[in-house]
């Protein structure tokens, strides 16, 4: 499980990009020799920080990501990068669902996610005034 919380800023009609942090909670990370989940706790915890881009196209938005894991049991803090390529949709205005996979090295898959969330607070859009 997760949870992920990024900051974007408009900077066109069509891009969006920010700063934000993804907490993992992995049961998968601690294994015995055999493979089988040991004991969870909190080596199972990771953190990352990234910087995001979405393409916004109506209320389907684009997004990819790079970001490095300020904690990980196994790859050490600001040692490894990890990317995210995935895909959003607005069901309402501010609830939005989607999938995206993540990666390191730029081609080894890490995990698929599915995601749910709710975007708290938008900035109202500029009006425009067209006239003589």
Do not use: C
């Not at 916004?56 to 990501?65: K, Q």
């Not at 609830?95 to 898959?109: D, M, Q, Y």
């Amino acid at each position: 499980g997760g949870l992920s919380s990024y900051i974007l800023w408009q900077n066109t009609s069509a891009l969006k990009s920010g700063l934000g942090l993804d907490l993992n909670y992995l049961t998968g990370l601690k294994v015995d020799s055999r493979g089988a989940p040991e004991q969870p706790g909190m080596e199972n915890l990771t953190l990352g920080m990234a910087y995001q881009l979405e393409m916004v196209i109506g209320r389907l938005f684009v997004l990819g990501s790079l970001g490095t894991y300020v904690v990980h049991q196994y790859f050490g803090s600001f040692s490894q990068l990890y990317q995210r390529l995935g895909v959003k949709f607005y069901v309402l205005q501010n609830l939005f669902a989607g999938v995206n996979v993540r990666t390191i090295n730029f081609g080894t898959a890490e995990f698929l996610e599915m995601n749910m969330g709710y975007r708290i607070w938008s900035a109202p859009r500029k009006k425009t005034y067209r006239g003589k």
